[in-house]
């Protein structure tokens, strides 16, 4: 009867061994499991990040592709977006539906102004050729290369604000950008 008793035992250990590695076997699967899960909720995060940054910076590039900013700082993008004339919405993965919605806040904004000289002026380029003084011996002649131009160098701040309309993931770009205008339209953008 003794050999049934160690045997009856030995069953019992191997039981409970077998429980604990079982448990432990668990433990490492769920571990496992929420580590990866972790690890696609970060690239995800990284990834609709990385949308509404470059939403941000399209939308930047856009509004100084139009110059006309520079009139209408507060209406910029017109209809715009959800009736907001200074946002626009993006399609990131052509849905159809708007991913991403960015606002140009605060407007678009002269920060600095500064009247040209003639000789400061590049007429190669065609946005500049127009700001010589009428008069070519005036800006040309005798001291004229030293005298106003018909145009102002003015620094434009301009920041988009991206949001997500799923995450609700914010991200905000400023930029700035130097703008040759007429003299004019300078005092009147930039008071």
Not at 36 to 42: L, N, P, R
Not at 163 to 175: K, N
């Amino acid at each position: 009867m003794r050999p049934n008793k160690s045997l009856r035992r030995q069953r019992g250990v191997t039981m409970l061994v077998a429980l604990i590695m079982l448990l432990l076997t668990t433990l490492l699967v769920v571990s496992s499991f929420n580590m990866g899960t972790s690890s696609v909720q970060a690239v995800s995060n990284m990834q609709t990040r990385g949308e509404s940054l470059n939403a941000a910076h399209e939308t930047i590039e856009e509004v100084i592709s139009r110059k006309g900013f520079m009139d209408a700082p507060n209406a910029v993008f017109g209809a715009g977006c959800n009736g907001n004339p200074n946002a626009k919405c993006i399609d990131v993965n052509s849905d159809g539906v708007a991913d991403v919605r960015v606002s140009l806040a605060p407007s678009p904004a002269c920060q600095q102004v500064r009247p040209l000289q003639n000789q400061e002026l590049n007429l190669n380029d065609r946005n500049e050729s127009g700001c010589a003084s009428q008069n070519p011996q005036e800006a040309f002649g005798q001291g004229g290369a030293t005298s106003a131009s018909e145009c102002s160098a003015t620094v434009w701040q301009i920041r988009a604000n991206a949001e997500d309309t799923v995450t609700a993931t914010r991200t905000s770009v400023t930029q700035g950008v130097a703008v040759v205008i007429p003299k004019n339209q300078a005092e009147t953008a930039c008071p």
